[in-house]
Every structure is written in C-alpha cells, then in structure tokens.
C-alpha cells in the first residue's frame, strides 16, 4: 500500500508491516485528541456516512467517534430492512447514490463481498466495519495496535512475540485476521489453543508457517504459560451441536484470576474481542480479571478510536496536518489520568 | 450537592434546595441560546453519548438539542434488542466501553437500578434520562424549573405554593420525584387528588409531612379551586381491571376549559408530563385547553432544553464559560418571540 | 411564492415559476460546496429536526448531508412505533413538543396531510419529506431541477421540451407532481406512456390541457422516439392482479441499451425517481444502461442535495449569506472532477 489517500480499506491484505506501521505512527499522535488534551478542527465540515446495514452499537458508534474527534460530521443508517436494498436495488446504485452524500463511508453488511462489491460504485472512500464472516480489517488493526503497545510499554516490539489464542479458532474471523497480520513480524511464536473441531483453518497455519514462525497447536489450555498475549476469544453456543457439549467446552477454556496465576507468567496480557458475556453459563472471561492490570480489553477498544482516527485521517490526506488545527478543550475531562 | 463538575446525575435525592437553584441559575443563563438572540461553541468538538436502550423520542432529542446548542456532538443509539446487552454484556461491561467514546452520557433503561449500575463501569459522566420505574431527575427538575418560571412571573417564589396532584398518583414516577423535590421549600400544600386505588404511595406523603408541608388527600377534582399549580397525569388505561372501570376514572378526572373555568382560580396553571393522549377516549387534557394561556405544557418541554442544557454545562464544568464562546445567529428565527 | 423565509414547504403548489427559478438559481451556488471546492460555516449551531416517522433511507441522509453541508447539526427519528404518536399524542402535540428542539424541520410520515396538519403546531418552519400518497415536493423540484440542467447542457431551456413518462402513471406520486410543475413553462411536451389501468389521473390531464401544453396518450413505448426526457417510473409489483399480469406489463415498459438505441435519439435524457429495482425479474431499467453518459438518475439524486440546501437556506434566509462564511476544504477530495 503505497498511499493511502482516496482507498478504499477493505481487506487486511492490503495491509503490508510498512502499511501497518505508518497507520500505527499516526494512530499514536490521536491520542492527545481522544484523551481530551487538545482537539483538532481539521475535518470541521466533512461527513462521514456511517452505514451499518448491520446492526453494532459499539463498532459504529466507534467509528462515528473518531470522525467527531477529528472535527467532522456524521450520517448514519442502521439496519436493512427499511433500505432500498430490501426492495431489490443493487449494491451498486446504493453506492452510487449514498456516496453523493458524504466525504467517506464506514460500511458494515451481513453477506460476505458486500463492501468490496459497494466499493465499485462508491465515489467516496469505503472502510470495512465487517462484512458478514468475511472480513472486520480495523478489528484487526486495533488488536494489532494494541499488542504494540503493550509491547512497548515493556520496552519490546512486535517481533519475538509469542501469542496465545484460545477457544473458537475456527470459526473466529477475528483470531483469522489478526494472525495474517502477526505474519508480517519477525520471529513470533503463535500457540493456538482450541477443541480440535474449533481449530484454526489449515489455510491460515500454511501462512504461518511458510512465513517461518513458529506454530504449536494444542486442546489443553496449559500450554500457554510463556505467552505475552493470551488473546481469548468469544464462546459461541450455536457452534456446539448441544447445551452439554458446549458447558464441557467452557469447562475447560474459560479464563479467571485463579486460572490466570495457575497459568500465566505475570505479565501475560490478557485480550478479547468483545463484547463477552457476562452471565455465569459462559463467563469466558471472569469479571474476578478486572482488577488485573493485565486485563486489556478496554485497552482494546479505546484504541479502535485512534486506528479509526488514523484510517480516516491517511484515506482523507490529513495526516499531517492535524495539529495545525489545534484547538483547546474547555471543558471537565479525566481522559488523559 | 456542593459541585456538580464530573459527577454522575442520578437521583432526584441528589438534590437540595441549593443544588436545585444552582441548577436553575444556570438554565436561565441558557434561554438566550435556545431562543437563537445568540449561539455558543464552548462544547465544539465534546461528544455526547445519548444511549436510549429504551426508546423515547422526545427525551433523547431533547438532550441532543441541549448538547447542540451548547457547540457538541452527540452520538446515538436506541433501542436493545442490537446491542451487546442483548448478548449477555453485563453493564460495567458496555460503559466501560462506551464511555470511550464520549465525554458525557446520557441513558435511559428500561430497567430500574441500570443507570446507576452503568455508571460505576463509566468514565465520564452519566445523566438518568429514565431508568425503568425508578428515576427520570431531569423530568422532575424541568417540572421543578417550569413551577418556578411561572411562579416568578406572578412575582412568587416555590415557597408557600400550593399544588394539586391529579390522577395516577401511585405508579407516576413523575409525580413521586416533582413532590420529593418539592419538600425541600417551604409551606408547600399539597392536594392529592386520585381515586383510592391509585392514591400517593405512603413513603412519600410521610416525606411531606415530616417536612412540615400541608397535605390534602382526596378522590374528588372539587377541592382543587385554590391551587396555583394543577399538575394533570398521564392516564394509563393497563392501570385498571377494565375498559369500563377505566372510563368510569376517566369521566371524574379528565379536564377541559369548562371544568377549569367551574373548578379553578383565573390563574391556575396547568402542567402535563407529556405526552397527552388526545384520543377522545382518553382526553385527560382536552384541546379546548390549547388556547388558555395558562396550559404551561409546551412550556414544559422548551424547559427541559434548558435544564438539559445546564446540567450538561455543570457536569462538564463550563457554565461560567458559555458566553466566553458567544457567536452571532445569521438565520431567521422567531423563538425569541 | 413572495418570500420563502419562515416559511413551510409542503406542496409542489406553493411553486410557480418565479419560485422555481428562485430556487434553481440557489441550488446553483450551491454546487462548489457539495462538490468539496469550499465549505460554509453559515449555518455553523443551527439544528435541523430529521423527522422521518416513516423510514426512508436516501431522503433522510440527502435532507441531513443538505444541512451537514451548511455548517449545521441534524437531530433525527426513524419509524413511528415507539413516538408519542403511537401513544395516541396528536401531530399538533408533537410538532409544538419537537419544534422547541430545532431551527427548521425536514418530516416524512405515511398519512397523506400529515405534515401539512404537523406544520399547523409547528413554530419552525417544515419540510415536507413525503407524506403518503399525497407529496413529496423536494422529490419534484429535484428531478425539474435536473431536467433544466440538463437541458442547459445542451443550450436549452425547460420551455419546448418534449417529455416522455413511462409506466406506473396512475399511482406515481412522482409523475404527478412534476407533471403539474412542468406546466408553469411554455409549449412542453408531454408523451403519457402506460397500461391503460395505470393511465395519468384525468385531473392532471386536465391541468396540462387547460395551460396549452401537448399531450400524445400511448400504450406503446414506440412513441417516445423524439422525446428530449424519458422519465421512466418504478415497477410496483403490487399495482398487478398477478404476477403474470406484471411480468407482462414488464415486457412491454421495461428499458436497456438496446431498447434505448432502437426508440430514442441519440440525446434523451433517461431519469428514474429511485431505487430501481435491479432483480432480474424486475429490472425496469437495465444495469447495462450505467455506461450510457445519458442516464442522469444519480445527477438526480446529487441535485437532491443542491436543491434540499436551497430551500433551507431559502427558508432560514440565508440564501444570499452563504459565502460570507466560506472555509478551505483541508481534506481530500475528488468530487469536483
């Protein structure tokens, strides 16, 4: 990815280290903005349409958020049902026509294809917010983002990484995509943890592998006492052909502090996609984990922002001049303690 | 109450007389701004987050509106049935997510306890638009706010005003949360005028008297001549056994311009939480009404931007700041009439 | 129509040609800031009421982006079911209620006469987005405003033009409305194409002759030949008895490039009013038409924008203001190519 004005993200592979790296660099200067040390007015008058032809609270409030902190405006659509698209107009006039109305395009939809095949006749940039089983790239780029950081506030990067994902690995289009873009860091360790029925797509391993890292499969949650990430994932009863099967799944990956001390070196950081569920059946991450410093899931979803921040500003030409317009914040905020 | 900046606004119990003035000298330093004589941009660039997991219209535009007209940006959801709630996301859960997306909340639940609950997850702060039968703060305030502006223009204070209660006093938060607020001035009379069935909870009369206030109970609209303040409820057919029982309410109860002609003193102000039920059925508020110049209801609610307005600009610690920010209004506008 | 400002917009009879070519010429300023050249800040803290009890994607967001792209904020509903006027409140109630929450009010809502009867409670001025079967003016001024720019295109005006309408003419909404606009020119030409069942109401007929226009009454989409316009009407399955019904009238009104090089001259202007239904099995006019530099349906839809910020500007009278606020536009764009 040479440039990024005028793109269209839709995909983790377009993503190369360079790619990821600048979205990185320049993710990491929103922060000011997103803490509420400073605001900028860069984008004031620009508009994000924000169209989730599916449903998802926090993924679209996420993205409308970033466009907010960087000065711009948003339209939004939520749901299917109501649109022309549900009266048998195709993908392509509603891009056509829903582009005529903004400056860019967030895009969630449940069929797979569908934001790569909007994107055709987009006039505006088009960014994937999910598109069905297919692909989810920001998802990506903030578990990404975040294992970085973590990373460096040990004083370490990406490479020799040694990550541990649990649980549903097959069917988790997260786990999928973050683990092609590990592939493009030197020398990590990726210890997949799963029943052998969830276990991670042959397709995703050969990348693994053929890019030379090192790769150990295991159904036994005890394998993973040397990884610095322990990236859990969410229980998804329908997969399981019975209630029983499932509670012996859960039985045997869930996570707690208990577990956690039995099983992790001390400073494993613990992620998750989110949302989990909270009730006592599932509980694939105990809330006994919220005192623990290592718990890095809210980590995770502060820094959807700034990736978001990052993509519009790259795709939008203003990367480079945020702070140019730089403007203070008036108001109470504790965002920056 | 002795500062408002970066709290949570919960509970009616939260106020005290002095909180509640403080709160009302702020939202008269806000009617310039609503009536569009001038705008201010002190909030440019703040995020409102309006989460409404129980839909209500009027509530949820009523606080965008207060957050635009103080310069912010406000990002929405409404409903449940989307949301990670739904998947079995506890609420520390949701806000501590969410609230990295804002820099202000406010909620409405359908359950009781949930905004509260939410807010211990949050990290800014969180207003109660509503939660389930328990707590609706800003709807008693703007209620409180609307008594004292009309009071003010007969040259009167709260202190030594006499109310009449009218209708379902038993299961309207509205009316429990205005009396609770109102005890804390002096010399109120209260006249409760309900069926039996449907009468003031006892908690709450005991909180009248022990406060010293008059307090008058009674089934019959015939004592409510000398009120200067008529507060009208909502008629909530599912309240009774049977169509016939609820138009045997609805024929004592309901009021017109010829019963306030017959009933009440020329100055009797009449209030409504809103919205009324003009179906000829219903009618607990006729429409005859709408030409009296003493149905405050729309006053109401124009109220509600203002008492919105200035809980926003004390949580947020700018209320001394807003005409810092002043700009000139360049559009027709005839709300200052 | 002496001066639009403070006023409501609710029929396509409020417009004579003075109105018409006061508006046109607006929208014609408008075009450097929806295409990105510059930006405004005029209407920088006004705050448009998106009301659309009746969901209509494209029209909403076009109503929203019109206003975003004047420097002004947007507060919206979708659907009808949880308002208040679901709880039996009347259109005067809410408009009193929600027009103390805005400037001005863009409003859809499935009764014909309904906003009509809204805008009667309303101290802002409205909008009508549609109202059933009844208007939907924007919709009509959109597709004249189209027509004389495209007319323009070539050097000529809306006055002479030969215009063919195509298909559903009965119960299209659309037709009628731009039928009774177009008869404020001179010596237009109109070639009414349709199944004898679903023929142009009389009425309209009626108002065509009675202003001197021409009027050629077909069956046959062999007519159309000479035609500078062909304004071809969406497929509504259910207007047909049975589906065999329909597939036939398909037959003989359906349009593609083959169709299009056999009956027309080489420049007819092809328009559509949105979404056209690209199934198969539908398919009123073909996706192989997208190539043809002809098909002006998506300058339809972004002259919606042109002509939705004209009548806001018009009607909070700032029509002549708009550029004494421009701005830079910082960002990327490729809009104006």
Redesign the interface.
Request: aromatic content about 8%; charged content about 20%; hydrophobic content about 35%.
């Given at each position: 990815m040479q440039s990024f004005?005028?793109q269209h993200i839709l995909s983790v592979n377009q993503f190369d280290r360079e790619a990821v790296e600048r979205v990185f660099a320049v993710a990491d200067t929103m922060a000011p903005y997103a803490n509420?040390e400073k605001?900028?007015?860069?984008?004031?008058?620009?508009?994000l349409?924000n169209l989730f032809f599916e449903?998802?609270?926090?993924t679209?409030?996420?993205f409308?958020?970033a466009f907010?902190?960087l000065?711009g405006?948003?339209?939004e659509?939520?749901g299917m049902s109501?649109?022309?698209l549900a009266?048998?107009?195709?993908l392509?006039?509603?891009a056509?026509?829903?582009s005529?109305?903004?400056?860019i395009i967030a895009m969630r939809h449940p069929h797979a294809g569908s934001v790569s095949e909007f994107s055709e006749g987009s006039?505006?940039p088009v960014i994937n917010g999910g598109d069905g089983a297919n692909e989810h790239p920001t998802q990506a780029l903030l578990d990404l983002y975040t294992i970085a950081k973590e990373r460096a506030s040990y004083g370490q990067s990406i490479d020799k990484l040694h990550i541990a994902m649990i649980g549903d690995l097959k069917f988790g289009r997260t786990v999928h995509s973050l683990a092609k873009m590990l592939t493009h860091f030197d020398n990590v360790k990726f210890t997949l943890i799963s029943p052998t029925e969830l276990s991670m797509p042959q397709s995703i391993c050969d990348i693994i592998e053929n890019k030379g890292h090192q790769l150990v499969i295991s159904d036994q949650l005890e394998g993973i006492v040397e990884a610095d990430i322990c990236y859990q994932t969410r229980i998804q009863e329908e997969r399981f052909p019975s209630q029983e099967e499932a509670n012996k799944y859960r039985g045997k990956f869930r996570l707690n502090q208990q577990i956690y001390t039995q099983h992790f070196k001390s400073q494993t950081v613990i992620m998750h996609p989110?949302?989990?569920?909270?009730?006592a059946e599932?509980n694939e991450l105990d809330?006994d984990l919220?005192k623990n410093p290592n718990l890095a899931i809210?980590r995770q979803?502060?820094n959807g922002?700034l990736v978001r921040m990052a993509l519009f500003a790259l795709?939008?030409?203003?990367a480079d001049?945020i702070s140019d317009?730089d403007?203070p914040?008036?108001?109470?905020?504790?965002?920056s303690n």
């Amino acid at each position: 990815m040479q440039s990024f004005i005028g793109q269209h993200i839709l995909s983790v592979n377009q993503f190369d280290r360079e790619a990821v790296e600048r979205v990185f660099a320049v993710a990491d200067t929103m922060a000011p903005y997103a803490n509420r040390e400073k605001r900028t007015t860069v984008l004031q008058g620009a508009i994000l349409g924000n169209l989730f032809f599916e449903a998802s609270t926090r993924t679209r409030v996420s993205f409308g958020t970033a466009f907010n902190l960087l000065g711009g405006e948003v339209r939004e659509t939520t749901g299917m049902s109501t649109s022309a698209l549900a009266k048998g107009e195709s993908l392509y006039d509603t891009a056509r026509v829903l582009s005529g109305y903004s400056d860019i395009i967030a895009m969630r939809h449940p069929h797979a294809g569908s934001v790569s095949e909007f994107s055709e006749g987009s006039r505006v940039p088009v960014i994937n917010g999910g598109d069905g089983a297919n692909e989810h790239p920001t998802q990506a780029l903030l578990d990404l983002y975040t294992i970085a950081k973590e990373r460096a506030s040990y004083g370490q990067s990406i490479d020799k990484l040694h990550i541990a994902m649990i649980g549903d690995l097959k069917f988790g289009r997260t786990v999928h995509s973050l683990a092609k873009m590990l592939t493009h860091f030197d020398n990590v360790k990726f210890t997949l943890i799963s029943p052998t029925e969830l276990s991670m797509p042959q397709s995703i391993c050969d990348i693994i592998e053929n890019k030379g890292h090192q790769l150990v499969i295991s159904d036994q949650l005890e394998g993973i006492v040397e990884a610095d990430i322990c990236y859990q994932t969410r229980i998804q009863e329908e997969r399981f052909p019975s209630q029983e099967e499932a509670n012996k799944y859960r039985g045997k990956f869930r996570l707690n502090q208990q577990i956690y001390t039995q099983h992790f070196k001390s400073q494993t950081v613990i992620m998750h996609p989110l949302p989990r569920d909270s009730r006592a059946e599932a509980n694939e991450l105990d809330n006994d984990l919220n005192k623990n410093p290592n718990l890095a899931i809210f980590r995770q979803t502060d820094n959807g922002v700034l990736v978001r921040m990052a993509l519009f500003a790259l795709t939008l030409g203003v990367a480079d001049k945020i702070s140019d317009f730089d403007r203070p914040v008036h108001w109470y905020s504790n965002k920056s303690n």
